[in-house]
């Protein structure tokens, strides 16, 4: 059976929650590999709706076991809530396993993303202010606080005082603020030692014994393909890596298990935070878009900002992730335009482009080249069928499957669990 990656090909919020819920059902083991508490998830059963934040989709999947991987940054505060959120409207949460080997946003490292941002000022990236990118740092800098060290309080101290050493110089010295307690910090964390303990697992064991044994494992990124450190719009990136390579590091698997890999696409595009963003509207279709689609932050409830299907970068998705399949999301959210223009190309200093830029000066000054496409005033929401779409939706579908390079196997037609018209089976 196979193992399949499911990721953003935009720059986040494409929907990823949905797909992943559609598939919950049908795969033993839905995977966080990376970000924190700084992407979010939407998804719609029944009448209920939930916004999950840290916790895989999968975890509204009977039958499924939700899995947060050393890839992740956690914020056991956030986490706990979270499952306590759930618990309380009859959700099983008993069965999420966290690696013992992911890292813990700690109270200082959320001070310092909050007054570093701060210290910018108009040359802010635009984080969430949640310790996100610290925390990495700190990974990287080895001088992170992993889960497994709540559980050796000599160990958790020793951690602590080397990284509150040259924290709380910068804090001090540089920002004005007060210094940051050893010990208050080390209690703090050790209160959460015992509630998170029935969850810790070598979950690098688990997935792969899980894949030995014919288990269907679904890898699901946060953020998106545009927000990679590595292939996203550097520097207004996230700090980890959502693209397909991600999920090999950041949940133990190697490659060879992984035998599809799954875009998710929203008909237009929309982005969070500050950086570049060629197609972005700020006249009623804009607005229209963003109130039609609802698009507000999961986790930051900020305005997204909003723009026009965008080819350059689908294309550019296939490319870096090595897609085998789109899930394009929010069809429905385009119903009652005359025409819908999209993206083929960007003009950089009066040239033509039909790649992205390598380099972040032209991707700053790419203007885009649109060709129009005629829409549809009918209701899709109720479409079962590809064949049930008006003809234009259908003519729009192809058309962007064609610019994008890989087939779409699925669409969102509503905001519904039920309302996706399956085109080919992920399965």
Known sequence: MPALVLLGAQWGDEGKGKATDLLGGSVDYVVRYQGGNNAGHTVVVGDQKYALHLLPSGILSPGCTPVIGNGVVVDPSVLLSELSGLNERGVDTS???????????????????????????????????????????DKINRVGIRVQDLYDESILTQKVEAALDVKNQLLTKLYNRRAIAVDQVVGELLEYAEKLAPYVADTVLVLNQALEENKVV??????????????????????????AGGACTGAGVGPTKISRVIGILKAYTTRVGAGPFPTELFDEDGEALRRIGGERGVTTGRDRRCGWFDAVIARYATRVNGLTDFFLTKLDVLTGWE????????????????????SQSDFHHAKPIYETLPGWSEDITKAKSFSDLPKNAQAYVKALEEMSGAPISAIGVGPGRDETIEINSFL
């Not at 679904?218 to 980890?240: A, C, K, M, R, W």
């Not at 993206?343 to 040239?351: N, P, Q, S």
Request: hydrophobic residues 30%; contains cysteine; charged residues 20%.
């Open 95 to 137: 069965k999420l396993l966290i690696s013992g080997n992911a890292h813990i946003i700690t109270p200082y490292n959320v001070t310092v993303d909050k007054v570093t941002e701060r210290f910018l000022g108009k040359r802010k990236i635009g984080t969430t202010g949640r310790g996100i990118g610290p925390t990495y740092a």
């Open 218 to 243: 679904l890898f699901e990124g946060g953020q998106g393909t545009l927000l990679d450190i590595d292939h996203g719009t550097y520097p207004f990136v996230t700090s980890s890596n959502p693209t």
């Open 339 to 358: 025409q819908i223009p999209v993206c083929v190309a960007y003009e950089i200093d009066g040239k033509r482009v039909e790649e992205l830029p390598y």
